[in-house]
């Protein structure tokens, strides 16, 4: 057959993998999660009555944007083409007929949209009578190893993301119009899915080591190392968590829309295995540290789970339980070496990290201000609080230098410190970095998280490696060096 003879045929395309890179199924689901919780009790009694009937309770309870959808640009440039010299297009799937009428509405370029019922699931075997209803002769574009009965008797086959194995399979019992290279989900994909450049925050389980000055004693050192990748796990599964129920709003968001959930770089379903895989590779490893870091590390996945779900759409809740997310990975690094943090260090975090936490959110106000957006995707915050915000942020970053000031005439710490004057000469290097943090993020010039800025900004690495110096000159004897 010639490919004038083909176009000439009306074109079936499958939606879920091919159409778009995601799954309808998986993002209705996550919405349904997110919007309450208990819904994942209702999933089983569900299923029971078929697959169909659980696509059709979860499509009927959700709310899937279409146009926010991560559509496979390539394939789509071409069915716009193909529509313009009038061929017939039939986008049929799987996935339930409310969401596949959706899309085709949002696209308008469909003759007609097929899409599973209450009692039919319109895959594999199902999906070809349905097509042969309509027609014997149609070519087909698909995705998967299921289409290849659908592929077998259609006219000529159009390969989207298909591996080399099944597009060979295809081309063996069809001739294939056209192909669409496979975009296998990368290493690096999952790595910044992991969002392994966030465990630099991790490295505040250390803090505890250092101020107890136990960084002679190999153990306690030990300890510490384990507690730090006990954290990056549970964060990492934290971070798939987050990222799959907030899919509709990182979509809408300036940088958040490229993380790979969002984009559709890696599947729904890897993203749903390897959270709790994670966190169970860290509780695991954390049975090796005493119990009570297990118990704040249980905790912390609490509150962020909390956090996920219902506080961070809460206004002001929201960054206050981040900087105590903060704080606990300050104790927790306490509990793993089985020391008792202070009252100081505890303040100290505390409103030092509800700053940097107020900072994270007015850069978002700020953007959406730009905008002209009225309100954040999924948050409690409107454009208008910009001032109110930069107002908290900074108050909270002056009273924990004057924390830090306050520790430092206390009693015990002139007992910790042999030259505990010297401990002085931080307190202007922390009011400089709190400053310009917040200068910078009035500029525009922070545009992540801004612990993760502050980690790998060059001026507070710098200031950071000499507030150890002056840490380690504090605990010398300077009169009996000097005499």
């Known amino acids: 057959m010639t490919t004038a003879t083909q176009t000439k045929l009306p074109l079936y395309v499958d939606l879920d993998g091919t159409l778009i890179k995601s799954d309808l199924l998986l993002e209705s689901f996550l919405w349904l999660i997110k919007s309450n919780l208990l819904f ?28 926010l959808l991560p559509y496979n640009k390539a394939f789509l440039d071409y069915l716009k083409e193909q529509k313009r010299i009038g061929r017939k297009l039939v986008l049929i799937s799987a996935s339930n007929r409310k969401l596949v009428d959706a899309v085709a509405k949002h696209l308008g370029i469909f003759d007609t949209a097929i899409g ?82 966030q465990w630099l925050k991790n490295t505040l389980v250390f803090l505890p080591l250092a101020l107890a000055h136990e960084l002679n004693d190999p153990a306690a050192i030990w300890n510490a190392v384990i507690a730090f990748f006990c954290f990056g796990l549970c964060a990492s599964s934290v971070y798939l968590l987050n990222d799959l129920l907030d899919l509709s709003s990182d979509r809408q968001h300036r940088s958040k829309c490229h993380r790979p959930l969002a984009a559709g770089d890696v599947p729904l379903l890897s993203g749903l295995l390897l959270s709790p895989l994670l966190l169970v590779a860290a509780f695991g490893l954390a049975s090796f540290l005493p119990w009570e870091f297990s118990f704040v590390l249980a905790f912390y996945y609490l509150c962020t789970g909390l956090y996920s779900f219902v506080l961070k759409r809460i206004m002001l809740v929201d960054v206050i339980l981040l900087a105590a997310l903060y704080t606990l990975r300050i104790i927790s690094g306490a509990a793993a070496i089985s020391v008792v943090p202070s009252f100081w260090l505890l303040a100290f975090s505390m409103f030092l990290f509800f700053s940097l936490a107020v900072v994270k959110r007015y850069t978002e106000l700020d953007y959406l201000r730009a905008a002209g957006i009225a309100q954040t995707q999924g948050r409690g915050y409107l454009a208008q609080d910009l001032n109110m915000m930069a107002m908290f942020g900074c108050a909270s970053a002056f009273l924990s230098v004057m924390v830090f000031a306050l520790y430092i005439n206390n009693e015990d710490t002139r007992e910790q410190y042999l030259t505990p004057e010297i401990l002085w000469l931080i307190c202007p290097l922390l009011l400089y970095t709190v400053t310009r943090i917040w200068l910078l993020a009035a500029r525009g010039k922070i545009e992540e998280d801004p612990i993760v800025f502050a980690l790998k900004d060059r001026v507070s690495q710098i200031i950071t490696l000499v507030c150890g110096i002056l840490l380690w000159a504090a605990n010398l004897d300077w009169r009996a060096l000097l005499l």
Request: proline share 3%; hydrophobic share 35%.
């Open 40 to 67: 994942v009790f209702l999933v089983p009694v569900w299923l029971l009555r078929g697959k169909a009937n659980l696509k059709h309770q979860i499509a009927i309870r959700s709310d899937i944007h279409p146009e």
């Open 116 to 197: 599973s019922d209450q009692t039919t699931n319109c895959s594999g075997s199902c999906k070809l009578a349905r097509i042969n209803q309509d027609t014997q002769a149609f070519v087909y574009a698909g995705d998967s190893k299921i289409d290849l009965a659908v592929w077998q008797q259609a006219e000529a086959a159009i390969t989207v993301n298909t591996s080399p194995s099944l597009t060979k399979k295809v081309a063996n019992i069809s001739t294939i119009e056209k192909h669409f290279e496979n975009n296998n989900t990368r290493f690096r994909d999952y790595v910044r899915t992991l969002r392994l450049h």
